[in-house]
Every structure is written in C-alpha cells, then in structure tokens.
C-alpha cells in the first residue's frame, strides 16, 4: 500500500538534545512538508521542500532543520536552539497544487 | 495574504442531528479549499476538496462542502451524524502551485448520544 510512514510513533528526549524524526513517502510525490501541531494552534509549517535537494522555510523554521537527499525521504531534525520543542509533528507529502497526504505523526516530548 | 477562519472552536450535536462547520478564507488568487479530519493521535484525512467545476462537493463519510465565491466561505455539512464523526476538523486553502496549504485553527466536533 502506498503511504507516508512516521517514525516513531512517540519520541522522548532530554533538554539540549538533537532529535531527527524520520518521514518516508512511497507515493512518488515531489513536494513533502513538516508541520507542528500544538493545541488550540492548528497546524504550522516549519519546512517544505518541493524538489529534491530543495527546501524552503516555512512560517517557523528556527531551530529546526531538514535534508531532501531522496525523493522518498524529508528527515526533520529538532535542535536544541528550538525554545519550546515538545509537540506533535506531522509529514506531509503532494503533487502540488492538490491535497497533501498525512503520515500518522511523531509525538516529541521534551524534559 | 491568504488567511483561513473556522468561525467555531467547538461544536456539540446530538446524534442523528445535522451539522455544520463553518469556514471562511481570504484570498486575492484562486484558491483549491479542503477540509481534513483528524482522530486523536493520529494524522489528518482528506474529507473532500474543490480545485474547480461544481461548487457543491461530496467527501466521504456523508460529508459534503460548497464552495461559496461571494462570500468566501466553504462550510462542511452533515445531515446527520454519529458518534464516530467526534474528531477534530480542519479547513485549508491551497496557495496555487506551490502546494502549500493555510490552515484554520480547527474545529472540534463533539457528538452526544
């Protein structure tokens, strides 16, 4: 089955700590998104990429930061620069301008 | 800019009750509009879209939109609902070709027994 798989499921890491969530589409599309997702907020765009070895920011991509090195593959990376990391983060992939397909989400939890 | 507001942050129903979720945007371009349900701890699911043609649009679920120019507005309607529609609700605005979609801030549908 086609589809975009999230790993993991519910990640919890440490103050000051890297974390790289894993995002896999085997839809052939070539536009892939982040986003996070925090309560009462709905979704933001931290960084899509439209092409590989292309990525742009997106409304908050400050102390993240991702890689396009395939077309299956948009790794997000949450620094230890981002303020206030704990969220649910969802991948997101498309043929623009049609919808997006959602991956099932990483719940990131920081201590 | 384009700008997405869903008027309403929760809406309780009775079962077998209609509903509707309001959305409005604002944009200076042609837009594509969906709306996207979301489970608890789980991703977001296509409901139904318009990219162009008829403005009144069916999804699955018994879910259908319509696409209002005049006044900006997409609203999703139900006419009757179950205890399985409880879910969060989202309305987004494509940006042309780009792909990237606006968000509103969501909609909490709460169905009663």
């Known amino acids: 089955d086609g589809g975009i798989t999230q790993s993991p499921k519910y990640l919890f890491r440490k103050e000051g700590q890297n974390v790289t969530l894993s995002c896999e589409q085997n839809?052939?599309?070539?536009?892939m998104y982040w986003y996070r997702q925090d309560p009462g907020q709905g979704l933001r765009l931290i960084y899509y990429?439209?092409?590989?070895?292309?990525?742009q920011k997106g409304d908050i991509a400050e102390g993240y930061s991702v890689s396009r090195e395939k077309k299956e593959s948009f790794p997000l990376t949450v620094t230890s620069a981002q303020k206030n990391p704990t969220a649910f983060y969802l991948c997101?992939?498309?043929?623009?301008?049609?919808?997006?397909?959602f991956g099932p989400g990483t719940r990131l939890t920081v201590t | 800019a384009q700008s997405v507001t869903q008027l309403d942050s929760q809406v309780p129903v009775f079962e077998e009750a209609p509903v509707e979720l309001r959305c409005n945007y604002s944009?200076?371009?042609?837009?594509?509009l969906f709306w996207y349900v979301q489970y608890p701890n789980q991703g977001l699911q296509l409901l139904l879209k318009?990219?162009?043609?008829?403005?009144l649009v069916k999804g699955i679920n018994g879910f259908e939109a319509e696409f209002n120019k005049s006044q900006t507005s997409f609203h999703l309607r139900k006419p009757s609902v179950h205890i399985s529609d409880t879910a969060e609700y989202f309305c987004?605005?494509?940006?042309?070709?780009?792909?990237?979609?606006?968000f509103g801030q969501g909609t909490t549908l709460q169905v009663k027994p």
């Open positions: 997101a992939s498309s043929i623009p301008p049609y919808e997006q397909y």
């Open positions: 944009s200076s371009v042609s837009v594509y």
């Open positions: 839809l052939n599309h070539d536009a």
């Open positions: 990429s439209q092409i590989v070895n292309d990525f």
């Open positions: 318009y990219l162009s043609g008829s403005t």
């Open positions: 987004a605005v494509g940006i042309s070709n780009t792909g990237k979609l606006i």
